[in-house]
């Protein structure tokens, strides 16, 4: 069985502490290689090195920063279908999914090669007499992130980029159920130029989280995850002084006007509901039709959709639909969530409780699943269930739609589907919710704009990816320099007034 490693100093380093996990395949239930989750001694001494390394790293120009970062783009092109090979084994999504992965997260890094002026600071010349003052961005030193496993290419390297091209040094702590892919890119970043020590991958589990969230060398934190461990990871770093960015859980409403096209409604919820197994902070999880003649012309174009849809392993070809979800218990949580869907009164529509894929019995699958007539106060409704469930719940006018997302407690991502463009634009205005698509079902906003939510589906306010991400790994700096004239004469160097 293949044995894992860590990723210190420019090398792949064997695990010290003994203790390991189980990588699955998803799709067969079979273990298929051990990480090793380290110790504190061992998380320690890999800060210690990534603060040895980051002063070099962060004096070097931007312009070569961008360089290396530059080349680490070639290199991903390069490898992308190996990469969505080993992602898909350990995730379970399907092979065009994972090369999705990649690259939304490889066009951040394209945004990060434009550092050199992203970190231009600013200047006011003649201030006061012969006083000028001028900012600069100067790097935090050394960064965490502690990243989710439902993207292990595009999470990673949405924090990664913009950290090393602000110049820290990155200590990344990947899930340990699909770590590969981190070691992977740790490697090809090493290939790309980047001098060992500046990116560090360690494997681990709550030890190796808190070592890194209780350094005192630590000087951010990036977390994504649920809301429960962001609110934690958030509490813990910012009390030790740590700038933090914790994004947590989602419950995306997509609201259908009775005037939308139909069609296309029903294509986007099955789309982005059940796109990767329903695994993404993003996915669309209630459909909210306006009136119950659009509820039902909604159900109705979405059962034989549903239907339809093929799972299988991402091994089955290009056409799979979705894939299994990442762990046994992932799936006997969801479908314990959708049995209490059926006993506290939903009616489930499309129920593939009982689904198998032949030859693939012991793999994590859970069939596509529909429900209609859910209630607020449901668990289906109040709880993100991160699997391949689709809630509707009907609403009586668009206030009652509105409202719906905007009580909700999480404010990660939000649709409405129009073709009233006054109505498409009240929406956008008074939605208290972070990212918003107007007939757009995943509304994931392109990489030089900023990602993330309102409520509790974020702590911390700077968000990820696009000039954020810039603002959130560099510190201010502000100079003010007078130079006193007439020195040839015999300057004076007491402060006058400013005028």
């Known amino acids: 069985m293949q044995e894992l490693s860590h990723w210190i100093d420019g090398k792949a380093v064997n695990g010290a502490s003994g203790r390991f996990a189980d990588v699955f395949n998803p799709a067969t239930g079979e273990v298929q290689a051990r990480v090793p989750l380290a110790a504190a001694a061992e998380v320690t001494a890999a800060v210690a090195s990534a603060a040895a390394a980051q002063p070099a790293w962060g004096a070097t120009n931007p312009q070569r920063r961008a360089r290396v970062l530059m080349e680490f783009v070639r290199l991903l092109n390069r490898d992308m279908n190996k990469l969505a090979e080993v992602l898909s084994s350990e995730h379970g999504k399907t092979l065009p999914d994972a090369r999705g992965d990649i690259q939304r997260g490889l066009e951040v890094i394209e945004f990060c090669i434009g550092a050199p002026h992203l970190l231009k600071g600013e200047y006011t010349d003649n201030a006061g007499p012969g006083i000028d003052i001028y900012s600069m961005r100067q790097p935090l030193g050394v960064v965490a992130a502690i990243m989710p496993f439902n993207f292990p290419a595009m999470m990673p390297l949405w924090h990664v980029g913009p950290a090393l091209a602000c110049g820290n040094a990155v200590v990344l702590k990947p899930s340990e159920r699909d770590p590969s892919v981190p070691l992977m890119l740790a490697e090809l970043l090493v290939e790309a130029g980047l001098p060992a020590g500046v990116f560090q991958v360690v494997n681990g589990d709550k030890e190796a989280v808190d070592t890194l969230l209780d350094s005192e060398i630590i000087q951010g934190v990036s977390f994504v995850g649920s809301t429960a461990i962001a609110q934690y990871i958030y509490s813990r770093a910012t009390a030790s002084g740590k700038r933090a960015q914790c994004f947590g859980g989602a419950k995306n409403h997509l609201i259908v006007m009775p005037d939308a096209d139909m069609d296309q409604a029903a294509d986007a919820l099955v789309g982005s509901g059940f796109g990767a197994a329903g695994e993404r902070c993003m996915a669309v999880s209630v459909a909210v039709p306006?009136?119950?003649?659009?509820?039902?012309?909604?159900?109705?174009?979405?059962?034989?959709?549903?239907?339809?849809?093929?799972?299988?392993?991402?091994?089955?070809?290009?056409?799979?639909?979705?894939?299994?979800?990442?762990?046994?218990?992932?799936?006997?949580?969801?479908?314990?969530?959708?049995?209490?869907?059926?006993?506290?009164?939903?009616?489930?529509?499309?129920?593939?409780?009982?689904?198998?894929?032949?030859?693939?019995?012991?793999?994590?699958?859970?069939?596509?699943?529909?429900?209609?007539?859910?209630?607020p106060e449901m668990d289906i409704y109040r709880t993100e269930i991160f699997g391949p469930v689709l809630s509707t719940v009907r609403a009586g006018s668009y206030e009652e739609a509105l409202k719906l997302a905007m009580d909700h407690e999480y404010g990660n991502g939000t649709a409405i589907f129009t073709r009233d463009g006054d109505t498409a634009r009240d929406f956008a205005n008074r939605i208290n919710i972070g990212m918003v698509g107007v007939n757009v079902p995943i509304p994931v906003p392109l990489a030089y704009h900023t990602f993330g939510g309102w409520k509790k589906s974020v702590f911390g306010d700077l968000n990820q990816h696009g000039p954020d991400s810039f603002r959130f790994y560099t510190r201010t700096k502000t100079v003010t320099a007078r130079w006193p004239s007439g020195l040839k004469e015999g300057g004076e160097f007491h402060f006058k007034a400013m005028d």
């Open 290 to 375: 306006v009136g119950n003649d659009t509820a039902d012309r909604l159900i109705e174009k979405l059962v034989p959709r549903i239907e339809k849809l093929k799972v299988g392993p991402y091994t089955a070809g290009e056409d799979v639909d979705f894939g299994p979800v990442v762990t046994r218990e992932a799936k006997e949580r969801i479908l314990g969530l959708i049995q209490s869907g059926v006993d506290q009164g939903a009616k489930l529509v499309v129920d593939n409780r009982d689904f198998r894929l032949q030859g693939y019995e012991d793999g994590f699958f859970v069939g596509p699943h529909l429900f209609d007539h859910v209630t």
